[in-house]
């Protein structure tokens, strides 16, 4: 009974099985003929398709890939130039900034070949000292002064601020100024509000005494802070007095309103102590900068002090020697393992990098100092620098992106570096195509970091990013072989007053006679091989030509150089990519110069631009 019961189940088990398909057929049938085409978009017919032999491909309507073969289609309609930028051209070097400038190569975005496309400008956050051009002062005091406020000027704008030196003609424009003139009040405060009254003219920001210097590396947190420019409280900064003040433009004013309305201000001698502390948020952390006051010399650097009593003038060009000393110590003091001056051909290119190198061995040797041996008095610890064991300067063939290591680089245009490579001067279109290797100075230079199998347009990008990306410039500076000297204004690019001599090293030498007796320096393989006294002889010559052919009119000259650019694209790229950044650099200096050479007496101006700029330089005989 139990196996029928069984056999009847398995019987209808095996015929709902089959309505259950049926029905499942059905329902596919009519989804795909009824459901499906409705949602499907309408094309050609499948005959029409086949007749003529090509596939209908969807329309992507609400969303769309970007095209960037376009850029790569020689057929595209043609674009109009982006418009001249205001300053983008200095030097014989033109320049777009846009956002878009990790591009592989600028002319995808500029529609020019040698226009270079660079990254915006970064916005400088503006730091303010006041100084009193109404106080008459000797002739030689006020240079002393002037010197001290250049200082103080060049290390905040290597830092990537905008300093600015505010005088009485700021503080005459604030509406509070006649309120001030009318009250009583301790002569002293009166001399601090003057330096608050211009601060609030200008919109608050930043106010700093002009002994107060950024003495660390680009990095530190306090220096990254005040870069950004955004001060919602009003702030001081713990032991430092008032050097330096941070906040916005209404609570400044009100500050300066209480001092005003404050029946103490007769006995207060700064605005600190006529007003009540709640106004102030005060920060405890400074290890970034260094404030050269009168009390810190006087504890720290007796001597300078004394000389003060003796010859102020005297003192004050002690104090600015003392602080570029500092400056300059403390920079050596962020790269332990020294300066590298890339040298990735390492044949016949000696006479090329010389002015790197020369660079380097003047940031390498020790500054005077009127106190040898003396740290800053934000830095304690420091390690002084000794004649004796100076920087270590090294011409690698690579370049090794180390925080401690600083890097020189001298980018040549192509046909400078094919000519020196064949060590001829007669090199045509036939031997750059036959007998020279696409984009070798990149791919030389940066083999160590990227690999070999990454492609020429990446090692641009990747070189574009080692020279502006955002703390790469105090890392590391990119020459190009239109530079026949050291670098005119590499004090400002630093920081410091760069030594203008090497001096030696210290050590004592066996003297003449017995040459032979000395100890030969020690060559290091890694730095590439020493060349001949007949290559360096030969080296000037064909760096000569090839600078004429760079300037050269002759149709031979151009049909050459230009094809040593098409061959190397990717070189040539770089070496306008560098040749144009550090031309903006020194547009954007040049023109905050001359602006604010107007104000203030012109205290603290660059009196070497004026010499350096009549005695026409390569940048300015190229200039267009």
Request: charged share 25%; with cysteine.
């Amino acid at each position: 009974m139990a196996q029928a019961s069984s056999g009847f189940r398995l019987r209808i088990g095996h015929r709902r099985i089959s309505v259950l398909f049926i029905g499942l057929g059905v329902f596919t049938l009519f989804t795909l003929f009824f459901a499906l085409p409705s949602a499907v978009p309408t094309g050609p017919s499948l005959s029409k398709s086949l007749a003529d032999h090509s596939l209908a491909l969807p329309k992507y309507s609400e969303f769309s890939l970007p095209k960037y073969t376009d850029k790569l289609n020689p057929f595209r309609p043609a674009s109009h130039k982006p418009p001249d930028q205001k300053n983008s051209k200095y030097g014989g070097s033109s320049w777009y900034s846009n956002w878009n400038w990790r591009s592989p190569f600028s002319s995808t975005t500029t529609m020019d070949e040698s226009r270079s496309l660079l990254p915006p400008l970064r916005d400088r956050t503006p730091i303010y000292c006041y100084y009193d051009t109404t106080i008459e002062r000797d002739a030689a005091i006020t240079d002393a002064e002037s010197a001290l406020l250049l200082t103080w000027r060049r290390a905040w704008w290597a830092q990537g601020f905008k300093p600015i030196i505010l005088s009485a003609a700021e503080a005459m424009n604030n509406p509070l100024y006649r309120e001030m003139q009318g009250a009583e009040m301790n002569p002293t405060l009166k001399k601090d509000m003057m330096r608050w009254l211009a601060w609030d003219n200008m919109g608050g920001g930043l106010l700093a005494d002009y002994r107060l210097l950024p003495m660390g590396s680009r990095q530190e947190h306090l220096l990254s802070f005040l870069r950004r420019g955004e001060f919602p409280e009003l702030t001081r900064w713990e032991d430092l007095g008032g050097a330096l003040f941070a906040g916005p433009q209404p609570r400044i004013a009100k500050v300066m309103t209480e001092a005003l309305q404050n029946r103490q201000k007769k006995t207060a001698k700064d605005l600190i102590s006529a007003v009540s502390s709640d106004n102030f948020r005060v920060d405890p952390s400074h290890e970034a900068i260094a404030y050269y006051d009168r009390k810190t010399i006087e504890r720290v650097y007796p001597k300078i002090a004394e000389g003060d009593a003796a010859n102020r003038a005297q003192s004050l060009q002690s104090l600015n020697v003392l602080i570029n000393y500092h400056l300059h110590n403390t920079w050596q003091d962020l790269f332990s393992l020294g300066i590298a001056v890339l040298k990735p051909m390492p044949t016949h290119t000696t006479t090329l990098i010389e002015p790197a190198v020369e660079l380097a061995k003047r940031l390498a040797t020790c500054h005077d100092s009127p106190i040898p041996s003396s740290c800053p008095p934000n830095l304690p610890k420091c390690t002084p620098c000794v004649s004796s064991y100076p920087m270590k300067i090294a011409t690698p063939a690579r370049y090794k992106n180390k925080t401690d290591i600083y890097t020189i680089g001298t980018v040549p245009h192509p046909y400078t570096l094919r000519l020196l490579e064949a060590f001829r001067d007669d090199i045509d279109v036939a031997h750059i195509r036959r007998e020279t290797e696409r984009d070798r100075w990149l791919y030389r230079v940066f083999q160590e970091l990227v690999g070999t199998g990454i492609t020429a347009a990446g090692r641009v990008v990747t070189f574009k990013d080692t020279v502006a990306a955002e703390y790469a410039t105090s890392r590391s500076l990119w020459l190009t072989d239109d530079e026949d000297s050291p670098l005119q204004d590499a004090d400002w690019w630093f920081g410091f007053a760069i030594p203008k001599n090497v001096t030696d090293d210290g050590k004592s030498e066996t003297p003449v006679p017995g040459p032979e007796r000395r100890p030969k320096p020690v060559h290091d393989p890694a730095d590439g091989p020493i060349p001949s006294d007949e290559e360096l002889a030969r080296e000037p010559e064909l760096l000569m030509r090839a600078r004429e052919v760079g300037k050269s009119k002759e149709e031979i000259d151009i049909r050459v150089r230009e094809a040593a650019e098409a061959w190397n694209l990717a070189d040539t790229e770089a070496w306008r990519f560098a040749r144009a950044f550090l031309a903006r650099s020194r547009v954007e200096r040049q023109q905050w110069e001359k602006e604010e050479s107007k104000y203030a007496g012109g205290a603290g101006r660059d009196r070497s631009d004026d010499d350096r700029q009549s005695g026409r330089t390569r940048w300015k005989d190229d200039e267009k």
